[in-house]
């Protein structure tokens, strides 16, 4: 699907709409000592459709949660979620069941995500089960051999008899996007989708996922801890610390022009010799590991902030909460549709672009 950039202004229709997303989850301990977990700290961001938007931060910083209440998989505490014209934050029953044909998630894990007993072609088959699509044994089965054909699993009848044991790593996440677009969502959010995956398979599976906006048009909100990943597949990326998006623009334009200190860092990283196994920073950051049981007064990352030491430790970076704010705006010159959009970071000492 190609769009210009003109179209793009006019007709490109959003998929989802988030807005002051907050996700808390009660504190271990008692009384005074149970402090509320911040996980998601009031998160706002769109997508548009066949637009592929990263989410990109470290262990911790929140992104499953934030795919979790999109999906409406756990409780958001307050916020929006609207899509399709509705708030998915506040619907029930039958209407959120019906609104979740839209979204469709991929998980981390492509050998805990498959039911080990079933075949290829009753996972894929699953959600139309549970939604009630396909009129007849044989229309419902044509949609499970087009989603095998449209994730690269082929020859689709051989492979839909295949139990999840016989097959590779790659080839299981392939079902699982199977299974997914077998919906036809408007909008994938998929966790880390290549992250326990030999890296032999990696790029082939990314591949998928871009082929499949190309021809589908679908979106994704697609979750990493690896800046460069998100690099590669992205349209736009949103950085997240401690619950919070500090940074969001063009991949291409955040990549090359950091507006905020920790994009920085995760830069300086991404080459992955300071990144833990979990993918947090080792070495790269001064100060302890942030805990979402205990974010920091002001500006959430300065204990840690390059920045802040640089600058003499202004009074504001510990009193001030920065909110996002644009560094440049949505510009109307460029060919490439996500450059159009603004880049916005949250720091006080991010400027404005003139
Ligand atoms: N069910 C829960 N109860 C209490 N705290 C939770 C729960 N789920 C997540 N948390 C906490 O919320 C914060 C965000 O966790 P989350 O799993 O969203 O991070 P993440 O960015 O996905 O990390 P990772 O990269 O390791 O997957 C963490 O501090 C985590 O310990
Ligand atoms: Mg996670």
Request: net charge negative; glycine share 8%; hydrophobic share 40%.
């Amino acid at each position: 699907m190609s769009v210009t950039a003109e179209q793009s202004e006019t007709t490109r229709a959003r998929v989802l709409e988030v807005r002051d997303l907050v996700v808390r989850f009660a504190g271990r301990g008692k009384g005074r000592r149970a402090r509320a977990v911040r996980a998601v700290d009031g998160v706002s961001f769109d997508i548009e459709q066949g637009e592929i938007l990263a989410l990109v931060g470290e262990s911790g910083c929140g992104k499953s949660t934030i795919a979790l209440a999109v999906m409406r998989l756990l409780e958001p505490t307050s916020g929006r979620i609207i899509s399709g014209g509705e708030n998915l934050a506040t619907l029930r029953g039958g209407a959120l069941r019906q609104a979740r044909r839209r979204i469709q998630m991929i998980f981390q894990d492509p050998f805990g995500s498959l039911n080990s007993r079933q075949t290829v072609f009753d996972t894929v088959a699953e959600p139309l089960v549970i939604h009630k699509l396909g009129a007849t044994p044989e229309e419902r089965r044509s949609m499970v051999m087009d989603a095998l054909e449209l994730a690269h699993l082929r020859p689709p009848e051989r492979l839909a008899q295949s139990y999840p044991h016989e097959l590779s790593g790659g080839q299981r996440q392939r079902v699982a996007i199977a299974s997914a677009m077998v919906m036809r969502p408007e909008l994938v959010i998929a966790d880390e989708p290549v992250s326990m995956l030999d890296v032999s398979a990696r790029a082939g599976i990314l591949r998928l996922m871009m082929d499949l906006r190309d021809q589908l048009g679908t979106s994704y909100l697609f979750i990493t801890h690896d800046l460069a990943v998100a690099w590669v597949v992205a349209d736009r990326i949103a950085v997240v610390y401690l619950g919070r998006i500090v940074e969001i623009g063009p991949a291409t334009r955040l990549v090359e022009r950091p507006a905020h200190p920790y994009t920085a860092a995760l830069l300086s990283v991404s080459s992955g010799d300071d990144v833990g196994p979990d993918g947090e920073l080792i070495e790269a950051l001064p100060g302890e590991t942030p805990s979402a049981s205990n974010v920091p007064e002001g500006c959430r990352f300065h204990p840690r902030c390059p920045r802040y030491i640089e600058l003499g430790k202004p009074e504001q970076c510990r009193s001030v909460d920065p909110q996002l704010h644009v560094i440049r705006p949505r510009t109307t010159t460029n060919e490439d549709t996500s450059a159009l959009s603004p880049h916005e970071a949250a720091c006080h000492f991010s400027s404005e672009e003139s």
